[in-house]
Nanobody, 119 residues
Framework: QVQLVESGGGLVQPGGSLRLSCAASGSIFIPNHMGWHRQAPGNQRELVAQITSSGSTNYADSVKDRFTISRDNAKNTVYLQMNSLKPEDTAVYYC?????????????WGQGTQVTVSS
């Protein structure tokens, strides 16, 4: 069974930092692309950052120069280092990964982790 398990959310003051982790398991291949999305109350889920299996990245304009996505293929884990956090970064953050399962590549989601930026 394929699953994604996230960790690292919490409460942080404006200007602070957090690191999110997401471990993928259950597939015989390393994940294809992996990423982080977020959803604030009343808003649609939006892409924050994405990374391919070879390490190419892309970011939402709102987080460029503040957030860094990385991955460890040996551990099937993707990370999101978030610096200079702002109140508008408050959201539930979801990990995503395209993984091989039951004969094909499919998109999977984690359960979400809350990030709250507040003084």
């Amino acid at each position: 069974q394929v699953q994604l398990v996230e960790s690292g959310g919490g409460l942080v003051q404006p200007g602070g930092s957090l690191r999110l982790s997401c471990a993928a398991s259950g597939s015989i291949f390393i994940p294809n692309h992996m990423g982080w999305h977020r959803q604030a109350p009343g808003n649609q889920r939006e892409l924050v950052a994405q990374i391919t299996s070879s390490g190419s990245t892309n970011y939402a304009d709102s987080v460029k120069d503040r957030f860094t996505i990385s991955r460890d293929n040996a551990k099937n884990t993707v990370y999101l280092q978030m610096n200079s956090l702002k109140p508008e970064d408050t959201a539930v953050y979801y990990c995503s990964a395209q993984m091989w399962w039951n004969g094909g590549w499919k998109d999977y989601w984690g359960q979400g982790t809350q990030v709250t930026v507040s003084s």
